[in-house]
């Protein structure tokens, strides 16, 4: 039986490497490496969740077509209960084309695909009140369902005693808090990324953006900082800073904030507290930017925090 239910995107990742520029029209350059990888907030987290060693489901939707195929036969590998992924008969998997560059940076080139036709009517309840903690993952990218269906599934599972979590994507319509603002309140904890959570406060400092949903009625805020580690304040005044691991080889950062979420819940799911939630966190984030791919660093638990141990020595 799953523990976690991780609800959004599922996308189908082409990731090439080194692209430092795009080639001109008609012209043809050559890189070291195209693969293509299981992506999506859910999907990632699902399967990083798995690999760590937490049993998860995954619920989002995918179209009938080949990168369907691939993204569920990937999950589904990995050991993640994808029953609650309807299949569109009118719109393709979601894909992206993710250049990285020498420097390990990352740009996107996106297809919404079937995650903008998932709406509340795609969702198996079942799955969701038969886990522990549900993971919102990549909204902002799901606009059928984004904004008040989010907020009155946040409440209804709020309500049934699961623990809630979200974080978000970028969003290009630039609605940003509009949409977010009505799943405050039924939010236990809120993940997002540093530069979302500035489009999305207009603040610039952790504290000061972690204020902002406080305020609008988030228990716990959780700001990912990428290299430089999290910041984590609650409304009962806990808050600190959680630095990165350093000297780590960062091949790829692509789904980086996604395998630090899946740190994270973990740490929830076993009860450890906030500081050290976010030092696993940090660390299976460490890990993911050592490999090609959003999920290929990923280890067991007892790895990773003996990975942690060693750092702290």
């Not at 008609?26 to 990083?48: P, T």
């Not at 740190?263 to 050592?290: E, P, S, Y």
Request: aromatic share 8%; with cysteine.
């Amino acid at each position: 039986m799953h523990e976690i239910t991780c609800l959004g995107i599922i996308v189908a990742d082409v990731i090439a490497k080194a692209v430092d520029k795009l080639p001109k029209e008609g012209e043809l350059d050559i890189v070291e490496q195209i693969e293509m990888h299981l992506g999506g907030c859910a999907a990632n987290c699902s399967v990083d969740l798995e690999l760590i060693g937490v049993k998860t489901a995954v619920i989002g939707k995918v179209g009938e077509d080949g990168l369907g195929s691939f993204v569920i036969g990937n999950m589904k590998y990995n050991g993640v209960n994808v029953n609650g992924i309807s299949i569109s008969k009118t719109s393709k998997t979601s894909a992206s084309i993710v250049l990285v560059n020498s420097k390990s940076e990352r740009s996107f080139i996106h297809q919404l695909g079937a995650n903008a036709d998932f709406t509340m009517e795609d969702i198996d309840l079942s799955i969701i009140l038969n886990s522990k903690i549900l993971f919102v993952a990549g909204a902002l990218l799901m606009p059928k369902f984004d904004g008040d269906s989010t907020a009155n599934l946040l409440k209804m599972v709020s309500e049934s005693g699961i623990i809630t979590v979200m974080d978000t994507a970028w969003d290009s319509t630039g609605k940003w808090m509009k949409l977010i603002e009505p799943c405050l309140p039924f939010l236990d904890y809120f993940i997002p990324s540093f530069e979302e959570a500035e489009m999305l406060t207009d603040k610039h400092e952790p504290e000061e953006i972690a204020n902002v949903f406080l305020k609008g009625g988030v228990k716990t805020v959780v700001i990912k900082l990428g290299s430089m580690g999290c910041f984590i304040k609650n409304r009962n005044g806990e808050k600190f800073f959680i630095d990165a691991f350093k000297g780590i080889d960062v091949v790829d950062t692509t789904g980086a904030g996604d395998a630090f979420a899946a740190g994270f819940i973990t740490g929830l799911l076993k009860g450890w507290d906030l500081r050290f939630c976010g030092q696993f966190a940090n660390a299976v984030g460490a890990h993911c930017v050592m490999k090609v791919g959003a999920t290929s660093g990923i280890k067991k638990m007892d790895e990773i925090i003996n990975f942690i141990n060693y750092h702290n020595k």
